[in-house]
């Protein structure tokens, strides 16, 4: 069962100084933090378990019920507090009462194509003619080009709506100016202080006070068309024959771009994406419930699910496939195109899978060598000549998690190179790229705190590496130095059921900005560790009392991780790891995602 933390300041958890990812493990709570979590336990009748959860992430004596049934009536903004909001929702309500043709262009990822589905799904409703265009990633690069607007404005279009993108594009936007479009942009993007010829919506603006800056551009859209459906409502707009459409039956777009733009599970989006997931049981949208089954996804969709299967596999299609597939998936009204479509982006995801594991075996190789002459640096810059853009990405996150460093993977083609950028907790790479750009060392670049992509020139490599070194030396040292795995709580084996799991679900959806609880087993025996499929470990451990534990370690067989589990095998461990429930033939059963071990003796180090 569930332990009490006795605080111990500076002490680790369990003694553990270094686990086998080398780090110290330490209680999330202090003394103030479990005085907290025995006062919402006693005031509101909750768990020790569950209040300590709720203490670990900020959540005041006063705040733990509206945190457990967090409401839209209460969290949802006026969307007129965004600058530039009643402009944008005015024009693209005027384009809809007046039937113009209206052209979205949205970005190749999550974020981009559920964006611009929710955009289109309302104009389908308002009957206005729409088009949608997603680039392709290789041959036109992120964001608005002036090819395409060119096309869109002689296809008919006389509104263009960039979504996920634009922020940033003065040029090719101030084309579309050129060529008679009007622009509203609906981003999230970090800004600089001159903006596109343009309706910027950006919570991210530098003069927007709105305080809504943890918004992914689908939920900037979601606000914008509650500004424009409000108009239209008073202008009578909508009748019997043309009903007004429930806005809320677009969350599940909301969620699943939330989740996989990493967006922070707090406040708004926090409601947004409970709301969500809990639309995506009704199975409603056909290209959703398609790609859930073919990702075999077992059980009610989870934050989990839409990170970790839904989202790569719409990715897939602007990686490495057809950029517009994901938004195409998410817009069909059609089961029987939504099931090829989704077949189609499982496909490329598998294709993406094997182009990305060649990729980073080098680009590893690289890092290693680097490493070797030079020691391990404040971050990684890795490039190569003919590596797939589109997988620069998760090669960049993969290199991040292995060094435990912000990374950056760049594609040559020729002297210009295409690279993208993954961070740590606390380290702005956003701000980092565009003060770069500013100092001439890309030739474009954006994006937010954990991420960001640029385009530059061989020439420049050196310098921006430098750059980047001295701009996150200091940074990076300080993350380092206070890394630790925070544990909510220590349990046995017989104590991580079904019951804890879902009294533990009411403080969720985990995700960035919302932890998952992460438990430690302690010194429960290895009692079998076996390689499985590709890259993957299945164990088994037990308690003292013999009750079982057991889970699966994906894509970790030969990373540090894998190989201290395997080294492991047949003695005591302290595990830690987060609780899942495996669905399967409609039995459950709870599994441990293991995320770090320890040998089960005082002081543990571990490699």
Known sequence: MSQPLPFAPNKPF????????GRPWRARLDAAGQARALAISQAHGLSDLLARVLAGRGVGLDEATAYLDPTLRRLLPDPSCLADMDAAAARLAAAIRAGETVAIFGDYDVDGAASAALIGDFLTAAGTSHRIHIPDRIFEGYGPNVQAITALAEAGATLLVCVDCGTTSHAPLAEARRLGLDVIVLDHHQAPERLPPALVVNPNRQDDLSGLGQLCAAGVVFLALIATNRL????????????????????????????????????????????????????????LAALLDVAGAGGPPTAHHLGFLIGPRINAGGRIGDAALGAKLLASRDPVAARQIAEDLNRLNRERQTVEAATLEIAVAEAEAAAERAGVGAAIVVAGDGWHPGVVGLVAARLKERFRRPAFAIAFQGEAGTGSGRSMPGIDLGRVVRQAVEAGLLIKGGGHAMAAGITLERSQLGAFAAYVEAELDQAVAAALASEALLVDASLSAAGAGLELYAALEKAGPFGAGNPEPVFAFPAHRLVDVMPLGEGHL???????????????????AQEPLGLALSDARGQAVHLAGQLVCNRWNGRERIEVRLIDLAPAEPGGAAG
């Open 14 to 21: 369990l003694g553990v100084l270094r686990s086998a990812l």
């Open 538 to 556: 299945r164990w088994r451990a037990k308690a003292a009392d013999g009750a079982g534990l057991e889970g699966i370690l994906f894509r970790a």
């Open 232 to 287: 239209l409502r008073a202008a009578n707009f909508w009748s019997a024959a043309r009903p007004e459409p429930d806005l809320l039956l677009g969350l599940d777009l909301v969620a699943l771009a939330t989740i996989a733009d990493v967006a922070p599970l707090t406040g708004l989006n926090r409601a947004l994406v409970t709301k969500g997931l809990a639309l995506m049981r009704a199975r409603g949208r056909p290209g």
